[in-house]
Each structure stands twice: as C-alpha cells, then as structure tokens.
C-alpha cells in the first residue's frame, strides 16, 4: 500500500479553500460554472482531457474529465460522481458560515458537502501520479451542477455515464466513517392551492384564501410522517399571494418525501395525489417533480464493499456501511445495477446548515481509501 507520507492534509485544504470561497448555490447559475472553471482546470493539472456540456433548464454546466489507466483503452472503466452545487446562498462565507478553523473541524459553505469529498478524490491521483503508478482502469470525474434539487438536468447524463463504467464511487460525505450501499428513494412534489379572488378589505367574506388553505394543507402533509417506517414528508418551500389587501388565490408549495422500499414509495404517491381536492371554492393541485429511485444494496455494490472493507483493514481501521435516507446521485447509478459506493468523502457534520464542518482528521485516512481503490480496481 501507498506510504502515508505520501498524502498531505494541509495540501488538500490548500486546493480546497478557493472552491470553498467560489460559493455555488444550485440557482446561481453563473456560480456554479465559475465553480466548474476552478474544477476543470485543477482537472486538466492531473492530465484530464475535459468534455464540458453547456447546461439547460436555468442550472450550470456538466463537466467530465477523463483519464487513461494501465488497461487497454476500452477496458470499462471508474467513474467518481461529484456534485459542485450547494445549498447555501451567496454571501454566507462572508455571513452565517465564515470559513474558518477550530481545532479538527473547517467550516465553511459546501466544505463538507461535497467540494471535500471531490478535493481529497483528486489528491488522491495526484498522489498516485507523483507515485510512479496509476489506476489500472480509465478515471472519469463526473461534476453535476444540480444534485441539490433532484439533478432534474443531469440525471439523464449520469446514468447514460454510469452505463458505460464497471464501478462508480460518488464522494459525498460520510458520517462517523461509514459508506453508503444502499439509499431511500426520493420523490419531490409541487402543490398549488387555488382560492376565490376578492378585495381583503372591502369583500373578504367573498374571497378564499389559497395561503390560509395551504396552511391547513401543509400540517396535514407533515402529519403523514411515520418515522417507524421510514416514511417522511417535509414542506420545504412555499410562496404565495400578491398584495396585501387581495385576497391570496394562488399558494405553491414544494415537498419532499423519503420511502425506504418500493411499497411504501408507492404509497407516498398515492397519500399526495390523494390531496388533489376541489370544495368551497378552493382548488388543490399535485404535480410530481423530481425522483430519485430506491437503490438497495445488491452483488455488484457489495462486492466493491468487501473489496474497500479488505483495504480499509490493512490501512488500520474497520469500514462500516448502511443504507440511509440522504440521496445523492448515487441513487440513480446504483438503481442500475452498477457496482456503487457512496459516502466517500469527508467525514464531519453540519451538511445543510449554519455548522457544516469537515473533519480535518478524515482527510488523510479518507484520501489513502480512495487512492487504494483507484490503484486496485481492476
């Protein structure tokens, strides 16, 4: 195995810290590109000749960087499935999340999840490269701009990519060192409510209200949870009304639900189109957006599970994995049927919020796994 003093945590931090300071909400489409200007000229540093697809649908560009392994060139090959996009909004390294240190955790907007995980990925070829040694198959880097949403403009892209590769390792982040094999699915879901227009002062009593209807709808949705079953509902947007004294006749809100098996997928479904309704003079309408299928873990990804738990143990610690209800991309690669490990980015916490962290101490350990997987796979 690759001596540990080959790899350097302060380096990657180095290499981090500017993408971290690109800050690269999903929507802010010229963000995120800036974002895929950094990544793919770091890319093209490591020998990676990159394709760039111009985005559509208002979300950034696609980026893949590809590499040649010691295999023949038509040997199926490993893809590492990235996302740049972020939840968080422009101006927080500058406001509610400054990027700073404190002891092992760096904070900062995206650190964690997932510009972390793609950094140490990309350390980890470097190192195989000033080794003298190289992955046995072709690397493709694979950066999406939209996973924070569903990758409504990608999916199509990553899972044609996927088809093409034996093994795909996605570097979002882990939590206490654990890998992900399986994921819940995801189904996101727009309800509009319709209400009877009318002045809200002079006429109220003639009006209905579609704010004060999605109100009452949305209690009843987050009722629905059954967290014994793993069944989640989480109103996570709404936007409604015009002026003040006009009685609201549209409200738009948008959910998000998890199911860990087909059945109860099936049932969430039924429970929101069950919500479509038309009394009183109010309207409710439910459209479904995005899906992120159920990937449950299966030969393929377990195999490449055992083969990183063997690697794990020689570098000195055990390797544990689960199926969890985050989705990621890997959600649509591992549906497929292709051999996939997802978690192995940086370990911390705080993803989605005003904590997000990495855990400095993750960064070597978490960087020698995915160099020796890179170097190994065959």
Sequence with gaps: MLSESLFDAEEIIAGLLPWVRCESPTHDTAGVNRMMDLASADLARLGAEIERTPGRDGFGDIVVGRMGGTEPTNSAGILILSHLDTIHMAGTAEGRLPIRRDGDRY????????????????????????????????VSFMLVPDEEVGSPSSREAIEAEARRHKYVLVT???????????????????????????????????????????????DRIERMTDFDRGMTFSVGTIS????????????????????????IF???FALMKGLESEE????????????RPLWQPHRETMSLFEKAHGIAAGLGFELRHG?????????FTGALGVATLDGLGVDGAGAHTFEEHLLVSSLIPRCRLFAELLRTLT
Excluded at 186 to 200: D, I, K, L, N
Excluded at 324 to 331: A, V
């Design 107 to 138: 904070y900062g907007p995206g650190i964690y999840d997932m510009k972390g995980g793609v950094r140490i990925a990309m350390h980890a070829l470097d190192v195989l490269r000033r080794a003298g040694t190289a992955p046995r198959l072709p």
């Design 172 to 218: 979002e982040p882990c939590k206490n060192g654990v890998v992900v094999t399986g994921r819940f699915a995801f189904q996101r879901f727009w309800v509009t409510t319709y209400g009877r227009p009318a002045h809200a002062g002079a006429t109220n009593r003639q009006g209905r209200s579609a704010i004060r209807a999605m109100a009452s709808l949305i």
């Design 240 to 263: 409604g009304g015009t002026f003040v004294n006009v009685m609201p006749i549209e409200c738009r809100a948008q959910v998000l639900t998890v199911a860990p098996t087909e059945a």
């Design 266 to 268: 099936d049932e969430v």
């Design 280 to 291: 009183d003079g109010v309207r409710v309408v439910v459209e479904r957006g995005p899906v």
């Design 323 to 331: 199926s969890f209800g985050g989705g990621s991309d890997g959600n």
